[in-house]
């Protein structure tokens, strides 16, 4: 069996990747990074139209930043969660939320999984 970072994409499509942030030079660069190295990426500037896009795609990863002006990012991580997408999907993605918090928040969040 293939380790976790050695599978290949399903279908062969690209992994598709979702960035949540407010900053919109550093959503830039992540996008033309991801992009430059076989993502499928996009870009939300505030916790809501994350967790739109969130529900209308599938996404194998989703970048999220703490401090957006809207909703913070460990309840974006809490929602994602806890969607009836993700109940029935069992590919969920993978929530990494980075920003001023401390580490413990993400932990207790996902159960030490996804968002620390």
């Given at each position: 069996?293939?380790a976790?970072?050695?599978?290949?994409?399903?279908?062969?499509?690209?992994?598709?990747?979702?960035?949540?942030?407010?900053?919109?030079?550093l959503?830039?660069?992540?996008?033309?990074v991801?992009?430059?190295?076989?993502?499928?990426?996009?870009?939300?500037?505030?916790g809501t139209d994350g967790?739109?896009?969130?529900?209308?795609q599938?996404?194998?990863l989703?970048?999220?930043?703490?401090?957006?002006?809207?909703?913070?990012?460990?309840e974006?991580?809490?929602?994602?969660?806890?969607?009836?997408?993700?109940?029935?999907?069992?590919?969920?993605?993978?929530?990494?939320?980075?920003?001023?918090?401390?580490?413990?928040d993400?932990?207790?969040?996902?159960?030490?999984?996804?968002?620390?």
């Amino acid at each position: 069996m293939k380790a976790q970072s050695e599978q290949i994409p399903r279908f062969g499509a690209k992994p598709r990747i979702l960035v949540i942030d407010d900053e919109p030079e550093l959503s830039r660069l992540l996008l033309t990074v991801l992009k430059r190295n076989g993502f499928e990426a996009c870009a939300a500037s505030t916790g809501t139209d994350g967790l739109r896009l969130s529900g209308e795609q599938n996404y194998d990863l989703i970048l999220c930043d703490i401090d957006l002006p809207d909703i913070d990012g460990f309840e974006i991580c809490r929602r994602i969660k806890q969607s009836p997408k993700l109940q029935t999907h069992p590919d969920h993605p993978h929530v990494r939320a980075s920003g001023g918090r401390k580490r413990g928040d993400g932990i207790e969040t996902w159960g030490g999984r996804f968002c620390e």
